[in-house]
């Protein structure tokens, strides 16, 4: 079965400093895999996706993400971490349901916190 | 753009009754996906629509059923509340996925709902 697991629950980082959340993904065939962040009482916004080709993707607000396909890991970072950048982030992978369709498999989260 | 509506955006339901929710997708987006989002099961796909076809289904019983307009609106409908569905659901439109060409989704800022 598909699957995505993000390891750590709470990540704390202090201010300037680099920051990463960690992914790793199980599937078959061609990983699609997504980083969306959520923001207290609001929805999910998207950050970034890896479909092919470089496996270093940039998103939006400052944050790119690592694609390793020998090490089954989809890493999110960002050079120097903000206040802002304080939230609740979540990996996806696209994963082939019953149906035969693909759909969004969420991991269950990691709360970063960034300290000032 | 418009993005992603979700009506009501809190709501206090008694076990035993039904609730109906509302999602209005951007605009020429016609697919639209339904999560539950709780504390401790994360985000949980509920069913994806294109269409006003039914495309994915996730593992909740049958009391959550949904169904999409022709004008690509959509509403999840949860009959026979029980204490357990108390949760955040968030809709999210996207244009089509397809094999070769994942798409993101954009997310509504989801309906609270609380069964007491």
């Known amino acids: 079965a598909q699957s995505v697991a993000q390891p750590e629950d709470q990540v704390n980082v202090a201010e300037g400093n680099p920051l990463t959340v960690k992914c790793t993904y199980s599937?078959?065939?061609?990983?699609?895999l997504f980083w969306y962040v959520q923001y207290p009482n609001r929805g999910l916004q998207f950050l970034l996706k890896?479909?092919?080709?470089?496996?270093l993707v940039k998103g939006s607000y400052g944050f790119e993400a690592e694609f390793n396909k020998s090490q089954t890991s989809f890493h999110l970072k960002k050079p120097s971490a903000l206040v802002s950048d304080s939230a609740l982030y979540f990996c996806a992978v696209r994963a082939i349901s019953n149906f035969g369709n693909e759909k969004l498999t969420f991991g269950t989260g990691t709360r970063l916190t960034i300290i000032p | 753009k418009a993005g992603v509506t979700q009506t009501p955006r809190y709501l206090i339901k008694t076990r035993g009754q039904q609730v109906t929710l509302s999602c209005s997708p951007i605009s020429g987006h016609r697919s639209v996906s339904w999560y539950q989002q709780t504390p401790g099961q994360g985000l949980q796909f509920l069913f994806e629509y294109f269409s006003e076809t039914q495309r994915n289904k996730g593992n909740f019983p049958g009391r959550f059923s949904g169904r999409q307009f022709s004008n690509s609106r959509s509403e999840m409908n949860v009959s026979t509340l029980e204490l357990g569905d108390s949760a955040l659901y968030l809709c999210?439109?996207?244009?089509?996925?397809?094999?070769?060409?994942?798409?993101?989704?954009?997310f509504g800022p989801g309906t609270r709902l609380t069964v007491t």
């Open positions: 599937v078959s065939g061609n990983p699609y």
């Open positions: 999210a439109s996207s244009l089509l996925n397809t094999r070769t060409s994942p798409a993101e989704q954009y």
């Open positions: 890896y479909i092919t080709g470089d496996n």
